[in-house]
């Protein structure tokens, strides 16, 4: 049982780790681990709102790639690290050069997109731009250009984005491609930045509030987390070494960071 503020003590022997389950009304359960042995304080365990004003079926779509296999949601995927980027200066397709202030054009816009879609939790990396082909690099997305036309891998390290189109005034492009990067399916909202039919433009574009909810919980999660919102044993919550010791759950994870 919890104090009425959310908090409670439990101690965990060192070397021994425990699942912990927390429920509470109008909430997902949430069930993470504990490791015993380590002096932690102030850590807070989020719940995810089950009504109200949070998308949990857009979370679904978005996090498990509900909208095209709901049949078949998966665990969630996003970087853990600042990703570096490795970005290729000519198609690959024709060897033609990318020009230079459409290169800079998209720099900018991978170091503006990146903190958004992680909730500002991680930022661009490394940043290098040359003629080398990369496909594979650990820590690194590796972007490229080729007609054929946008893809990105979702979530993956090494990841990997193609361009299809190399010019200014792409905003929306660069953070949909940049998006399944970070760890993001396809929604069936439209216009939004993962449902896409969003009209091009020289706008900067962002998520929509909606999908800023999906980010804020999707980056508060660990790799692994599985439906409803089931943590991998790998990913342990901190506990307090001594008989003093207490987690405090927030009461609504879109008040808390």
């Not at 969630?76 to 050069?97: Q, S, V």
């Not at 731009?129 to 650990?138: E, F, K, L």
């Not at 039919?197 to 909606?210: F, G, K």
Request: proline share 7%.
């Amino acid at each position: 049982m919890s104090a009425g503020d959310g908090s409670f003590s439990l101690d965990t022997p060192a070397g021994v780790s425990r699942p912990l389950t927390v429920a509470a009304d109008g909430y997902q359960y949430r069930e993470t681990f504990l490791r015993g042995g380590e002096v932690r304080s102030d850590v807070d365990i989020d719940l995810i709102p089950s009504g109200g004003s949070f998308p949990f079926w857009l979370f679904r779509q978005m996090g498990r790639n509900g909208s095209e296999q709901p049949g078949n949601l998966q665990p969630l995927k996003r970087w853990t690290t600042n990703p570096n980027i490795h970005l290729e200066n000519r198609w690959r397709d024709t060897g033609a050069p990318i020009p230079d202030d459409v290169l800079q054009y998209f720099v900018s816009e991978i170091q503006r997109v990146i903190p958004e879609l992680s909730d500002g939790r991680l930022a661009a990396g490394r940043i290098e731009v040359n003629a080398d082909a990369w496909d594979s690099a650990p820590d690194y997305i590796s972007i490229h250009f080729d007609h054929s036309g946008n893809w990105g891998y979702v979530g993956a390290n090494p990841g990997q984005v193609q361009f299809g189109t190399a010019a200014k005034c792409t905003s929306i492009m660069i953070i949909h491609e940049l998006g399944h990067a970070m760890g993001y399916y396809h929604s069936n909202v439209q216009p939004s930045v993962m449902g896409g039919h969003v009209l091009a433009s020289c706008n900067l574009e962002h998520l929509t509030p909606d999908e800023q909810l999906v980010a804020r919980v999707l980056y508060s999660r660990p790799p692994g987390n599985v439906e409803p919102d089931r943590d991998p044993p790998a990913a342990f919550g901190y506990l307090r070494a001594e008989s003093q010791s207490s987690l405090q759950t927030c009461d609504d994870v879109l008040r808390h960071r």
